[in-house]
């Protein structure tokens, strides 16, 4: 569910969880069954309360799923996800 959503709100998300560096999730919510559409990114790390939601990929023009899988790469780098620290 997203927070503050009506559960009778359909909408479409992508999620990826792994185990390392204690339990991560981040989540990409689609506003419209398109890639297309308004994308948001928020995260979660451990037994912390998810992040900011946070516009994602808002200054694209043409989105495409190779250019998702990129920024998605770029934002979990930035939150030291894809290295050791």
């Known amino acids: 569910a997203v927070k503050g959503a009506s559960p009778s709100d359909l909408y479409w998300q992508v999620k ?23 994308k948001f990114f928020y995260y979660t790390q451990g037994s912390s309360p998810a992040s900011t939601v946070e516009q994602f990929m808002g200054d694209e023009r043409r989105v495409t799923m190779d250019l998702m899988v990129l920024y998605t790469l770029q934002r979990l780098n930035g939150q030291k996800w894809l290295v050791r620290n």
Request: proline share 9%; charged share 25%.
């Open 16 to 38: 990826g969880t792994w185990p390392m560096g204690g339990k991560r999730q981040f989540n990409i919510v689609f506003t419209k069954e398109d890639i297309k559409s308004p």
